[in-house]
């Protein structure tokens, strides 16, 4: 197993690496995936990626309540409120009262949202093919199963299961 941070000595002692950080490595990574995905297809449909995201996630589960929508998509309430304004004001979803919590808020698919939404997995399937043509089935296979692992590990860690970091 490679060590997670390499160091080298440079002025003034160990020298920080952020190109060989994790967390930064996957946040580039992350930006350049949505970049090929914003190319490719949200920049025809006049979406961005929250506005995406929130759709992808309503059409998925037909209804959410914002709140059950940032879970289901690692968007913030802002985030959410301003995907769905955004959507509701183009007509692709529709709000209405939660009939268990009045102040409540539900989030549906229109008719126009529902077409939109139809063409998102013929466009994410094309643009996930394209990905995974950048590396062997053997390594996308084992980076599903990572990027799993690490979902599970770093949730366990935001929920109490590990407050601390390793040492």
Known sequence: MKEPIQ????EGGEEFRLEEFLPFRLAVAS??????LARQYLGQSGLGMPEWRLLAAVGRFSVLS???AGERTS???VKVSRAAASLVARGLLRQS???D???GRLLRLTRKGAGVYAGIKPMAEEVETALAAGLSRTEWNALH?????????????L????????G
């Open 7 to 10: 160091q080298e000595a440079g």
């Open 31 to 36: 930006e350049g995936v949505s970049r090929v």
């Open 66 to 68: 914002p709140t059950a």
């Open 75 to 77: 968007m913030d309430k």
């Open 97 to 99: 009262q939660d009939p």
């Open 101 to 103: 919590d009045g102040r």
């Open 145 to 157: 199963k990572a990027l799993a692992k690490l979902v599970d590990h770093t949730q366990a860690m």
């Open 159 to 166: 929920t109490g299961g590990s407050d601390r970091l390793a």
